[in-house]
């Protein structure tokens, strides 16, 4: 009788102990809130109906203190490297119309001013550098009033972008527009904020990939690993370095030069 009834107790144990591992890795799922890693964050996707742009003769920088060249040196910026990098015979017109500490708020009362109409309609290529004054404006002492103040300043950016993107288009249905997507000066001990700014890439990145002739201009990467050399010495905004290094990843995309 002992030895019919011995298999009956063993099978009966290995389908507690499964039971309660399956429930143990349930709850640390639950602890852990569900929190996705850097590496789950897919890449921002690189839209591809951007039209090579290697004969802008009219190019427009809109935006933030980035947009603008903070950390460049005098009178240069992303606009003005990349027109550099374009094999045109001709003068190549750049105007700068960013404002430092600019907000995609303020980025949607500019674009819809009347004295940018025409800025905006001459323009062949529009460069936008927006959101990093957004994302930097939240405030939070948890994680958990953190991801909402973060979910809801995003949806308060991607709504004035939104209107940017819908104001240009407007005004000049040819152009080409490119955004750039922000680095990352946090250090890597600086989990939360970084994660942050994955996510927010992403996300940008797609609002990119669904317009015309929009492309998003991937910097993450290339700054991650050289932030002494790529940042100005307020480890804040782009050196020049750094400037040069989003001009060449600008002609990248949208020439296809590597």
Do not use: C
């Not at 809801?152 to 939104?162: A, I, M, S």
């Not at 680095?183 to 317009?211: C, F, H, M, R």
Request: net charge negative; aromatic share 6%.
């Amino acid at each position: 009788m002992i030895k019919k009834i011995w298999p009956l107790i063993l099978l009966l144990s290995s389908a507690l102990i499964l039971v309660f591992v399956t429930g143990l890795i349930t709850a640390i799922a639950i602890t852990n809130g569900g929190e996705k890693s850097q590496e789950e964050i897919p890449a921002p996707p690189e839209n591809i109906q951007t039209e090579p742009s290697s004969a802008a003769k009219n190019i427009l920088v809109l935006g933030d203190s980035i947009g603008y060249g903070v950390g460049d040196e005098p009178d240069m910026g992303i606009g003005k490297r990349y027109a550099a990098l374009i094999d045109s015979e001709e003068t190549i017109e750049v105007t700068n119309l960013s404002v430092s500490g600019a907000t995609s708020a303020d980025l949607a009362a500019l674009v819809e001013a009347p004295e940018n109409e025409a800025f905006i309609a001459a323009a062949d290529l529009i460069i936008i550098s927006i959101g990093g004054n957004d994302l930097t404006g939240i405030q939070s002492e948890d994680v958990l009033s953190l991801d909402m103040a973060f979910q809801e300043t995003f949806n308060t950016y991607q709504k004035n972008l939104d209107a940017t993107l819908n104001r240009i288009r407007n005004l000049n249905p040819e152009a080409q527009i490119a955004l750039i997507g922000l680095n990352n000066p946090y250090s890597e001990l600086d989990v939360q904020n970084s994660q942050n700014l994955l996510e927010w890439n992403y996300k940008t990145g797609l609002i990119a990939a669904a317009g015309l002739k929009t492309a998003y201009i991937p910097t993450y990467d290339q700054f991650k690993d050289h932030l002494e050399t790529y940042l100005a010495a307020d480890q804040f905004h782009p050196s020049s370095i750094g400037y040069q290094v989003i001009a060449e990843e600008l002609d990248r995309v949208l020439n296809g030069i590597d």
